[in-house]
Each structure stands twice: as structure tokens, then as C-alpha cells.
């Protein structure tokens, strides 16, 4: 199993392009997140869908827009770049709880997409 | 509002130098808390779940523990290869979205 997988690795954008990141998990989880991550803020959870088909709003989820067409994949768009969106953004997944169980599961991570914005 | 602290930001140790990290939470009620470790240029890595107040876990040098207010996560006889960010987060009742620290920066020197 390659667990969770970002592409691309690595990218420069210029001010006002657009960019679409693509997470992939063959785990068969449910849940998909996204999370930027920027010196001394942790982790900060952008979107997230709790099953195909569906999106839900994180965090810091301002200029940024989410896909999850097919159970496996969770897109991550970025429709007009700003530096202030300069990060490494990590895709999670894990196995769904229902709100109403008192457990939860962890979550996989993917190795990290780093965006830089000029 | 959920909260999760980190503490200390950094911590450097000499070989074999046990101590102890500190994640403190404030959630409305908690459905777990997880441990996780992050080495430069990488994804976090799932280390520990615990969902109750005295609940324990061990994994090689690694114990973390639970109470009602905060977690810690023992270190014992570190290893250089320790070195790392641990993380800490929480998923409170009712909500599929999980908190995290900012982390606690771990060196270990040989």
C-alpha cells in the first residue's frame, strides 16, 4: 500500500495563477482533510470531507477550494495565489467515527506539498 | 473554545537524558487525543491514541499518558534518532475536525 500520496511535491506560483494539489489514499478511509502548516501556527485545517461527494469548511479555508469526486482522491484548488498562501500543505485521511462515538481514530499523512507564492 | 498547548517549544538532550513533553487541552469533551512525530521535510506519523483519563501507552522508548486536563509523552533514555517534532492533537465530541499543538521540537545529542 503507498498509504497517502500528494502531488506534486514541490511548486512556484506567481501572484494570481491558479493550481490544483491532488491527494490519493488507497486505505479505503472515508475521511479526507487538508491542513497547511507555517512556522510556529501547527497545523491548521483548511477543508475536509467526510465522505465522497461531500465538503465541509476548516479553519483557514478562505481562498482555497475542495473536490472529492471520487472516495480516493481529495482536490485541493487554489484559484487566484496570494503570498500569504506560501506553506507545505499536508493531506490526511483516517477510518469514519460517528459523532456520537466516544472514539476516534488517527489519521495518515501524506509527505507534504511546499508552495511557494511570489 | 478547543485548545491544545505544547510545551516546552524545544527541548535539547544529551544521549540517554530522560524528560517528558507536555500537551495540555481545553475541549468539550473528548473523544481522543493522539501523539504524533514529525521529522524535517516529512508528514506526521501516528504514534499514540488515548481517549481516557488514565489510560497509558508504550511504544520502545516512547510512553504517553492521559488525565483530564493534559497528556505527556515520556521520553526514556533518548536516542540521537528521537530527535523530531512531536505533535499533539484532539477530536472533542460532536465534531469530525481534529486540534492541534504547535509542537514540541525534540534534539537529542549524541
Known amino acids: 500500500n503507498a498509504g497517502v500520496t500528494q502531488t506534486p511535491k514541490f511548486r512556484v506560483l506567481k501572484t494570481g495563477q491558479s493550481m490544483t494539489l491532488l491527494c490519493a489514499q488507497d486505505m479505503n478511509h472515508e475521511y479526507m482533510y487538508w491542513y497547511r502548516q507555517d512556522p510556529g501556527m501547527g497545523l491548521r485545517l483548511i477543508h475536509y470531507?467526510?465522505?465522497?461527494?461531500?465538503?465541509a469548511k476548516g479553519e483557514v479555508p478562505d481562498g482555497y477550494n475542495v473536490s472529492r469526486l471520487k472516495k480516493q482522491n481529495f482536490l485541493l484548488g487554489l484559484e487566484s495565489a496570494a503570498p500569504s498562501q506560501t506553506s507545505v500543505y499536508f493531506c490526511?485521511?483516517?477510518?469514519?467515527?460517528?459523532?456520537?462515538?466516544?472514539?476516534?481514530?488517527?489519521?495518515?499523512f501524506g509527505p507534504g506539498t511546499r508552495l511557494t507564492v511570489t | 473554545e478547543d485548545q491544545v498547548t505544547q510545551s516546552p517549544e524545544a527541548l535539547r538532550l544529551q544521549e540517554g537524558e530522560s524528560s517528558s513533553l507536555n500537551c495540555s487541552y481545553t475541549v468539550s469533551g473528548l473523544r481522543g487525543l493522539f501523539w504524533y512525530r514529525q521529522d524535517p521535510g516529512k508528514g506526521p506519523e501516528f504514534l499514540f491514541t488515548?481517549?481516557?483519563a488514565g489510560e497509558e501507552k508504550e511504544k520502545e522508548r516512547l510512553k504517553a499518558t492521559l488525565t483530564k486536563k493534559e497528556s505527556f509523552l515520556h521520553i526514556t533514555a533518548p536516542k540521537p534518532e528521537d530527535s523530531a517534532t512531536y505533535l499533539c492533537a484532539v477530536q472533542a465530541s460532536g465534531t469530525y475536525k481534529y486540534i492541534f499543538g504547535t509542537g514540541t521540537r525534540l534534539k537529542v545529542l549524541a
Open positions: 490526511a485521511s483516517s477510518y469514519p467515527a460517528l459523532l456520537t462515538s466516544q472514539n476516534s481514530y488517527e489519521q495518515y
Open positions: 488515548l481517549y481516557s
Open positions: 470531507s467526510v465522505g465522497e461527494g461531500t465538503t
